[in-house]
């Protein structure tokens, strides 16, 4: 992308035409303006690219993929054609606040060894109605990139949140040659990356509303929960020689991500519409 700007916001998309424009429009209602938008289509067969064509913007790229690769592959195509300082990527269905950018690309200048920013998110159903506010803590604070991990390996969920609450440093991707790594994890390569990004620097996680996440019915199956499960459990098992637990942490943690998988997907099928 041929553009000075501080920052690509990557978002993306699968047929994704009833919610990518609220998405756009919810970039170019941000207070911070230094950026360009990046849009990778993973071969879309609805009319999101009909509906794409209504930003004729010179901050705006559309690429095409080929064939379909995935979320995960997709994201990675997302990194490959971007080259700003900081990455933010939205999810075609998410939106953002009107100072997420703001706020976090505040951090990123602020504290050099931060590699990964993160913050809360409203939780929102298919049409916008608002369920729950998601929460790190009650504060805003710079956590230490170990400590962080050893909380996500020990925690049997993502307290990092969905990609949409995400930025981070395009160099420490590039230098410690950093990807979602699909080969390895199917549905968890998000954490997995953030993880990643967290042993090349500190985390910061700021206690504002910087998004809104959608949730689907698709994502409320049974196969899908005990997928999750087995890939937590290999995660711990991928991280286990740098950051190790004793045998009870670890039977501990694997019996607390049951129950919170056997809660999300309760609570999907309650109010996802």
Known sequence: MGHTAKLTVCIPCFNEERYIGEA???VFRQDYRDFVILVVDDGSTDGTL????RYADPRVAIHRNRENLGLYQNLNRCLALSNT???????????????CLEEQVAVLERFPGVSLVFGSSEVVDSVGRRLVTRRFSNRSQRIQGRRLVRTILSSARNPIGEPSGTMFRMSVVEAGRLHFRVEKFRHMADLDFWIQLLEHGDGYSIDKTLFSFRIHKSAGTTKLLKRSISEHQL???????RHPMNRFESLFVQA?????????LAFI?????
Do not use: M, T
């Not at 300082?85 to 100072?99: F, G, M, N, S």
């Not at 995660?235 to 020689?241: P, S």
């Open 50 to 53: 009909k509906a794409l064509k």
């Open 235 to 241: 995660l711990q098992a991928e991280y286990a020689e």
């Open 256 to 264: 607390k991500s049951v129950g919170y998988f056997l809660g999300k």
């Open 24 to 26: 756009i429009e919810s």
């Open 269 to 273: 099928r309650l109010f996802a519409r």
């Open 85 to 99: 300082p900081y990455i933010k990527i939205l999810c075609a269905d998410d939106v953002l606040a009107p100072k």
